[in-house]
């Protein structure tokens, strides 16, 4: 599988490309770009519209729709431009700000502003009008023209698949067609909905929206999460014990408010989710309520009724939120842990207090002696010099580009040393200044609302490059020894042999739940005026969207006011948007709503808007039930009816139903992630999702992006796809594992075509198994290449 490790896709953003735009380009240019090139057009940009960075500066035309890597703008904020680095205080954008600014142009580069549509009155929203008991209370007669029914050997592998993401076996399929009765399809249903598989299959579906991973977003290496498990091992169970939505839906957010110990494990959404400044609006308002209200993180929404005002009064629910873990382990056993840890934790502290006062010291020293240093590593004449420090000069001099202007080959060794201790007296200055700011001993709090120094670019790049993390001039632990003597040294040895002691007489944590709480202190947030934390306008008080009531929170953070609101069955969203999920989940990917996470105007109009708030009259009418809902649609004609296209086995069913049919899947339910290697049998929903490298076969198959919430597979059809069916070990397993069992049979052929199929071979299907050369495990591998076995009608 070499080949396939290099073949990790990069997942579709799951919305529009002016949702992309507006979430995650936006917000990077106008928090870092647009002070200095909007009115000011400094270098003659201005990148308040698209034709503007088209049309550029002194500097030529900054964007290239189409063509990253040619756009003058991408090549700024990558440090790529021999001469233009930007921004220019502050440092580098992150990695995946980058990354989301090259898509962006990659995708032609949208600017909403082009598209802006004239104003629209909340009344004028099909999405925000009240859900109506309907006249017409039949799936079939509102559908008006289901066409045909399919054979009930179509229809048995099509709800087998649907309801739990596995094939019927071939002893389920003769049982169906052997009975004749008018309620057979119906009691098909039943079985399958009181099946755990139910829950495994329909509890993924969720977790996509719910962006599920079992690790952090780390960026230099894996972190995973060892207690992950437990938030999906409660969606599967949630949706086997078919629990209500409304409470589903209210569990998430506020489960530790609603005094239901068994509802915590659903805090995990948030508890796991990634550190994002908006994402947990966004998965909120996307997820439950199909509104893209972080757009109007910057201004008010472009294209719906959602005031700025209103991203600030959710994130204040959330900003009033902190990270929090539920033990799963006595009192006693908790107490004794977190001492353990806290003393570690405050021997650690102490060890790397006196290495950053020693290393500062030091690097003090060594900034004094830098005209020397400089003039060393140029000349090579060295004279009592410490190497160490002498090669990290040299290695820092030999560097192609750096991001400050001051180390040309002209400038005297000692005017570069007045530089540097010049720049390391300012910073200290600043650093001080911030200090006070935040109250104290750099209380980080909600750096948003503050108003903080900084350093100018160049000199704080020059300081960086000196006196930060890695700085030429800095020593830390292992560097740092050699500089140490007597006292000192006797007293790091003292402090790091007593960390290692307290790390290695830790034993391992308690068992935990992520999850979230109330901060003590909860508070508004103030506007960011156009998105920038730095530039602080009115306070926004903590309620519901504006449109939908704009009920002010006052219980802690809001959350548990929030869940109500959203899980009320007064509000038009909710209901909609989950049945239409379920319904797309049913038909191949096609909503009634062709964009499941967005119910504004960018969004599609539903295609059968009297089914849509039939379907979710109904849901609220029958208690929340999904299950009574699934069953409802599946009996539905229209469900029942033959269709035009085939839908190809998203990337678990197809690993499952290798396993299964191989005779080797592990039907365990629940438990830790774990990789999805050649030795591990169980369902792939129980497998390790990772945010920072995806599996390399979920991402082949069009796995979503962990990163963010996923409204719908997006199906591709690319030949690698074909080369892991000849090359995979888990499919030439699966194939010695299948021949194995086939074994002892009479007949291989027919026995082979009903353990994958459920059916006999044909008079031709048997004539080519005949005909063939290779040995049986080659045959089957033919067999699960198959449109028939990968595909589902």
Known sequence: MKWLAACVSIVAFAGSEADFFEMRVRPVLVKNCFACHTKSKMGGLDMSSRASLLAGGKSGSALKPGAPDESLLLKAIRHEHERLKMPPTGGKLADDQIRDVATWIKDGAVWTEKAAVTAVKPSDFWSLQPVREPKQKNIDLLWKSAGALADKRTLIRRVTYDLTGLPPTAEEVDAFLADKSASAFEKQIDRLLASPLYGERWGRHWLDVARYSDDKLAPERDEPRPNSHFYRDWVIQAFNEDMPYDTFVKAHLAADLMDRKDLLPALGMYGLSPEFQDDRVDVTTRG????????????????????????????????????????????????????????????????????????????????????VYLEAARTGVVEGLDASLLERWKKYLERKTKEHPFLTAEIKPSDFQQLLLD??????????????????????????????????????????????????????????????????????????????????????????????????????????????????????????????????????????????????????????????????????????????????????????????DYLAWRLMDRGWSMKALHREIVVSKVYRAVRPQRERLGAEAMRDSI?????????????????????N????????????????????????????????????????????????PLVLQACDDLAKRLEGEPDKTTAAYRAMFARPPSSGERKLALEFKGSLSEYLQVLFSSDEFLYVN
């Open 288 to 371: 439950f309520l199909g509104m893209t209200v972080a757009c109007a993180q910057c201004h008010d929404h472009k294209f719906d009724p959602i005031p700025q005002r209103d991203f600030y009064a959710l994130q204040g629910v959330f900003n009033s939120t902190e990270l929090h873990e539920y033990p799963l382990a006595e009192k006693p056993i908790v107490d004794a842990w977190d001492a353990q840890k806290k003393d570690l934790e405050k021997r650690e502290q102490l060890l790397k207090d006196f290495v950053k006062l020693q290393s500062d010291s030091l690097a003090d020293v060594f900034a004094n002696q830098a005209a």
């Open 659 to 679: 396993l299964a049919v191989a005779g080797t899947l592990d039907r365990t339910l629940g438990g830790e992630a774990l990789k999805l290697d050649e030795k």
């Open 423 to 612: 720049a390391n007296k300012e910073k200290k200055e600043v650093d001080e200044k911030n200090n006070v700011t935040l109250g104290g001993s750099m209380n980080r709090g909600d750096l948003s609302q503050a108003n903080l120094a900084s350093l100018e670019r160049n000199k704080f790049f020059l300081w960086r490059d000196f006196f930060g993390n890695n700085g030429v001039l800095i020593a830390v632990n292992e560097k740092l020894e050699p500089y140490l003597a007597g006292q000192f040294k006797s007293h790091y040895d003292r402090l790091k042999l007593r960390a290692e002691e307290a790390k290695k007489a830790l034993p391992t944590q308690y068992p935990f739940l992520y999850g979230v709480s109330d901060k003590k202190d909860p508070k508004n947030m103030k506007i960011h005026v156009r998105g920038n934390p730095q530039n602080l306008g009115d306070e926004a008080q903590r309620a519901f969207l504006t449109v939908l009531g704009a009920k002010p929170f006052s219980k802690g953070s809001g959350r548990l006011e929030l869940a109500e609101e959203i899980a009320s069955k007064s509000n038009p969203l909710t209901a909609r948007v989950m049945v239409n999920r379920i319904w797309l989940n049913h038909f191949g990917g096609e909503g009634l709503v062709k964009t499941p996470s967005n119910f504004g105007q960018l969004g599609e109009r539903p295609s059968n808007p009297e089914l849509l």
């Open 681 to 728: 049998k169980r369902r792939t929903v129980y497998g390790f999702v990772s945010r920072r490298r995806l599996d390399p076969m979920l991402s082949l198959f069009d796995f979503p992006n962990p990163n963010q919430t996923s409204e719908q597979r997006i199906a591709t059809d690319v030949p690698l796809q074909r080369l892991f069916l000849l090359n995979s």
